[in-house]
T-cell receptor, first 116, second 111 residues
Framework: DAGVTQSPTHLIKTRGQHVTLRCSPI?????VSWYQQVLGQGPQFIFQ???????GRGNFPDRFSARQFPNYSSELNVNALLLGDSALYLC???????????????FGQGTRLTVV | QKEVEQNSGPLSVPEGAIASLNCTYS??????FFWYRQYSGKSPELIMS????GDKEDGRFTAQLNKASQYVSLLIRDSQPSDSATYLC???????????FGTGTKLQVIP
C-alpha cells in the first residue's frame, strides 16, 4: 500500500514568492495535518483538515493557508515567503479525527523548502 | 513551561544495552501519546502509541505512561546501532488532531 506522498521533495524559492505543497494521504484516511519542522526542533502544527473542513489551526500567520479536496488530498500554500519559512514541511495522514482509536498519524517524506 | 519536554541528549548507550527515553507534558487533558523515530534528514516514523496508564510492549520497544505524573517513557531493549536516531515524544488531546511534539532526544548506540 502506498504511504503518504508529498510533492515536491525539494524546493528553492525567493523571498516574496509563494509556494504550494501537495499531499496525498494513505488510502482510506480522511484526515490530513500539516507541520513545519525547523532544524533541531520538533514538528510544529500548522493545520488539520478532516472531511474537507479545517478542524485545527496552529500559531502561524495568515500567509499560511490550506485546503483539502474531495479525494482527501491536500495543499498547503504559503504567500510572501520569508527566509524564516525555510524548513521541512510534513504532511501527516490519519484515519479519523475524534476519539483515540484510528487517530495515529503517519508522516510523508516531507518537502524541504529553502527560501533564498 | 514547554508543553512537551524532552532531554535533547545525546544519550549514548552501548550496543545491547537498554536505552531509556523520557518525556513530560504539561496538559493534563492529554489522552494520546506517541513515540516517533526520526533519522537525520528523514521524516518521523511512528514507533508506539499508548493511551492508558501502564506499559505497552512491541518487540524491543516498551512505552510507559503515568498520567498522574504527566510522564511518558520509551525503553529500547537490546539497542542496535540502527536505533541511533532522534526520538520524538508527541502528545494529543482528545478530539481534533493537533499533536504537540517535543524537541526530541538524540540517541547514539555505540557498537
Amino acid at each position: 500500500d502506498a504511504g503518504v506522498t508529498q510533492s515536491p521533495t525539494h524546493l528553492i524559492k525567493t523571498r516574496g514568492q509563494h509556494v504550494t505543497l501537495r499531499c496525498s494521504p494513505i488510502s482510506g484516511h480522511k484526515s490530513v495535518s500539516w507541520y513545519q519542522q525547523v532544524l533541531g526542533q520538533g514538528p510544529q502544527f500548522i493545520f488539520q483538515y478532516y472531511e474537507k473542513e479545517e478542524r485545527g489551526r496552529g500559531n502561524f500567520p495568515d500567509r499560511f493557508s490550506a485546503r483539502q479536496f474531495p479525494n482527501y488530498s491536500s495543499e498547503l500554500n504559503v504567500n510572501a515567503l520569508l527566509l524564516g519559512d525555510s524548513a521541512l514541511y510534513l504532511c501527516a495522514s490519519s484515519f479519523g479525527n475524534d476519539g483515540l482509536i484510528n487517530t495515529e498519524a503517519f508522516f510523508g517524506q516531507g518537502t524541504r523548502l529553502t527560501v533564498v | 513551561q514547554k508543553e512537551v519536554e524532552q532531554n535533547s541528549g545525546p544519550l549514548s548507550v552501548p550496543e545491547g544495552a537498554i536505552a531509556s527515553l523520557n518525556c513530560t507534558y504539561s496538559d493534563r487533558g492529554s489522552q494520546s501519546f506517541f513515540w516517533y523515530r526520526q533519522y537525520s534528514g528523514k521524516s518521523p516514523e511512528l514507533i508506539m502509541s499508548i493511551y492508558s496508564n501502564g506499559d505497552k510492549e512491541d518487540g524491543r520497544f516498551t512505552a510507559q505512561l503515568n498520567k498522574a505524573s504527566q510522564y511518558v517513557s520509551l525503553l529500547i531493549r537490546d539497542s542496535q546501532p540502527s536505533d541511533s536516531a532522534t526520538y520524538l515524544c508527541a502528545v494529543k488531546r482528545g478530539g481534533y488532531q493537533k499533536v504537540t511534539f517535543g524537541t526530541g532526544t538524540k540517541l547514539q548506540v555505540i557498537p
